[in-house]
């Protein structure tokens, strides 16, 4: 009689376990137009996240390059070259101002 018991005592156990872990009916309904308002945002923090460690990943190698741009010897001056001239300021090869 003990483990008649016992086995009640399990399956009682095991049914109330079963009734409090099923899901209940849904008090509201939410349709799909909440999930899918995620998906922009989502993309958009990734790609936030992505060009931030692209630009800590490659600081460096920018840092690295302008610095032997910097110790070359001999290098001129940057200045304003032809094609950064505006057309009022361009000349023609001998000095006279173009023709429009």
């Given at each position: ?11 009682a156990?095991?049914s ?10 849904a ?24 060009v931030?460690?692209?630009a ?18 001999g ?23 173009a023709?429009p």
């Amino acid at each position: 009689m003990s483990a008649d018991r016992r086995l009640l005592g399990v399956l009682a156990l095991f049914s109330l376990s079963l009734l409090l872990l099923a899901p209940g009916s849904a008090t509201a309904y939410v349709g799909p137009g909440a999930g899918l308002e995620l998906v922009p945002h989502f993309w958009t923090l990734t790609a936030i996240a992505a060009v931030a460690v692209c630009a800590v990943l490659l600081w460096p190698i920018t840092a690295l390059i302008r610095w032997l741009r910097a110790a070359k010897p001999g290098r001129p001056e940057e200045s304003v070259s032809e094609a950064q001239t505006t057309d009022a300021e361009a000349t023609t090869g001998d000095g006279d101002p173009a023709s429009p």
